[in-house]
């Protein structure tokens, strides 16, 4: 389940109907498919299956051609690089699509006009960050997180850095992880 954070507002969203309406005000499509039981240790060919009717229907909608699964573990070989690249403020020629299967991720969106705004996204989260918006992106504490990935067209999905320095004024702190 995901939460939504305006940091320069002390705001925050954590009802699935006030999530999505505040994110398609800055253009970030989100919805939850939901949790379903897979196999442990499911492969990415179960996991495609197992959520092949959304995958389906977003394919469609947004002319997203290929699907695969990413898997981030804590002992994935140069992690610490690779999260490197995504923590920097960046945007995509393509649309960025993500639906996590398992673990967590914090996706900070900045938009053209209004605050940036925290996502921490968990299993059973779909978030769209649409091609040339700008965000950045950590891990949580755990450093694990398995997702299905959309993709209009794999080459278009290269960092475009802004080199605005923007992520420095945020914390990567993914609130799950916080005693309230
Ligand atoms: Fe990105």
């Not at 939460?3 to 994110?23: D, F, G, K, S």
């Not at 229907?57 to 804590?74: F, H, I, M």
């Not at 999260?83 to 673990?103: C, I, M, N, T």
């Not at 996706?107 to 700008?134: C, K, N, S």
């Amino acid at each position: 389940m995901a939460v939504l954070t305006v940091p320069a507002e002390n705001r925050r969203l954590t009802a699935i109907a006030e999530m999505e309406a505040y994110l398609a005000q800055i253009e970030i499509g989100y919805a939850c498919w939901g949790v379903r039981s897979l196999p442990a240790e499911a492969t990415p060919e179960e996991i495609l299956a197992t959520y092949a009717p959304e995958i389906d229907q977003w394919k469609a909608a947004g002319g997203y051609v290929t699907a695969d699964v990413v898997d981030v573990k804590p002992d994935t070989p140069g992690l610490d690089a690779m999260l490197a690249k995504f923590s920097r403020e960046h945007w995509h020629a393509e649309d960025e699509v993500r639906f996590v299967v398992e673990g967590r991720g914090l996706f900070h969106i900045h938009p053209e006009t209004g605050p940036v705004v925290a996502v921490e996204v968990g299993p059973g989260d779909l978030l769209v960050v649409p091609q040339g918006t700008r965000h950045w992106f950590d891990l949580c504490g755990d450093r694990r997180i398995r997702a299905i990935r959309l993709f209009q067209d794999v080459s278009g999905w290269t960092p475009h850095y802004t080199e605005s320095g923007a992520e420095k004024g945020f914390q990567p702190l993914c609130l799950s992880e916080v005693a309230s």
